[in-house]
């Protein structure tokens, strides 16, 4: 159990460090991932608000990290431990499940990875869904 929520905090971690570099080269990223379109106009044409989005990114899958770390007891216990588990488990899961379907439209490695990877972080936080209030 500790082990697998102590790979998924690395993992967000890692994750989290990648969007901080792709910082450095944002339009390329969102290019490479063919979002540039959507995340412009979600963020209504502003580009700060691409980095600040991208932050905010950054910085939510360091928490998940930290609650991960919480549930294994490394850290303290933070609040609504269980119930951000499960909603870090089902959102994980809800991605890989879209994702792993658009790959029936139009297949690419990165979509496949980018797919796999959720659900590879929702497999390794499932034993902290069982965590005692």
């Not at 967000?12 to 412009?40: P, Q, R, V």
């Not at 303290?76 to 488990?89: E, G, N, S, T």
């Amino acid at each position: 159990m500790k082990t697998r929520l102590r790979l998924g905090a690395i993992l967000h971690f890692i994750i989290s460090i990648g969007h901080f570099a792709c910082l450095f080269f944002l339009e390329e990223a969102f290019k490479a991932y063919n979002i540039l379109d959507e995340m412009t106009q979600l963020c209504f044409g502003q580009t700060w608000l691409l980095y600040a989005v991208t932050i905010v990114i950054a910085l939510a899958f360091v928490i998940a990290g930290l609650y991960a770390l919480s549930a294994t007891g490394d850290i303290r216990r933070l609040p609504f431990l269980r119930f951000v588990i499960i909603a870090i488990v089902t959102a994980y899961s809800l991605r890989a499940a879209i994702g792993l379907g658009s790959l029936f439209g139009t297949f690419s490695y990165l979509q496949l990875f980018s797919s796999l990877t959720p659900a590879f972080l929702a497999w390794c936080y499932l034993p902290g869904t069982s965590i005692k209030k």
